[in-house]
């Protein structure tokens, strides 16, 4: 059964960033590149990132973070090249872990500055019916993403869950891996939910991943709270 066409709903407004400059790569903008930054500071302490950064050949980060603004300067190569760096020095599983828990971390950092998630904090939204809220969440946060970032997203649904599908991605640029490679995705997502949902759990699962050969990524949501820690919580 094909999964269904996400409904034309508008979700709330996300002012715009200045107007792109085209680059030779596709790039996150320097905003997103500091929050994930951040966010693996937090993990690693700052020694460890230091050592991650010069493997993946990204020293000028060691002491200089990106400016917190939108111009697209953090080419997706770099990012995954840092995924690439955590899973030599950690491992597949330690990377995996390390990068849910960056991914979580990074929404704590500042993805919810990002406009949209400031109407979620008034007392109209908390009201909203769960899955309403669940649904408008996923959409904010894939309309930060298609707006602000060459990585892109599409959303579908089908039965119980929703589909988070990237065609272009930009966590596994130019990787080739054994397993799903978009933990940082999948942690991003998990926090997302649970703060919109106001510290609940959803098992979020990535079903297919371009790192393994797949056309794209694809991440299976489910549209309930889960009983668990969820199929990816860790």
């Known amino acids: 059964m ?3 066409k996400w409904p034309a709903t508008a979700p709330p407004t996300i002012s ?3 107007p792109r400059v085209e680059l ?3 790039a996150f903008p320097n905003k997103m590149g500091r929050i994930f930054l951040l966010a693996l500071e937090e993990e690693l302490g700052r020694n460890g990132l230091r050592a991650v950064l010069r493997l993946a050949r990204l020293a000028r980060f060691e002491d200089d973070y990106p400016p917190a603004n ?3 300067e953090i080419a997706f190569e770099e990012i995954s090249g840092i995924l690439v760096a955590i899973d030599e020095l950690y491992g597949p599983r330690g990377g995996r872990i390390i990068s849910l828990r960056a991914g979580r971390a990074s929404f704590k ?3 919810y500055d990002f406009g949209g998630w400031v109407s979620f904090a008034d007392l109209t939204f908390r009201l909203m019916p769960l899955s309403l809220r669940v649904r408008l969440g996923l959409e904010v946060l894939a309309e930060i993403l298609n707006r602000y970032s060459d990585h892109q997203v599409q959303l579908s649904q089908e039965g119980d869950n929703y589909f988070w599908q990237v065609p272009r991605c930009g966590l596994c640029e130019k990787r ?3 397993i799903p490679a978009c933990s940082l995705m999948v ?3 998990q926090e997302a939910l649970y703060w919109v949902s106001g510290g609940k759990l959803f098992d979020v699962e990535e079903i297919a991943c371009v790192a393994l050969g797949d056309e794209q990524c694809i991440t299976r949501i489910g549209k309930h709270p889960s009983a668990g820690l969820g199929t990816e919580y860790a």
């Open 2 to 4: 094909t999964p269904q």
């Open 16 to 18: 715009s960033p200045q």
């Open 24 to 26: 030779p790569h596709y």
């Open 70 to 72: 939108f111009e697209p």
């Open 109 to 111: 950092y500042g993805l």
């Open 176 to 178: 080739r891996t054994t």
């Open 187 to 189: 942690g991003l997502l």
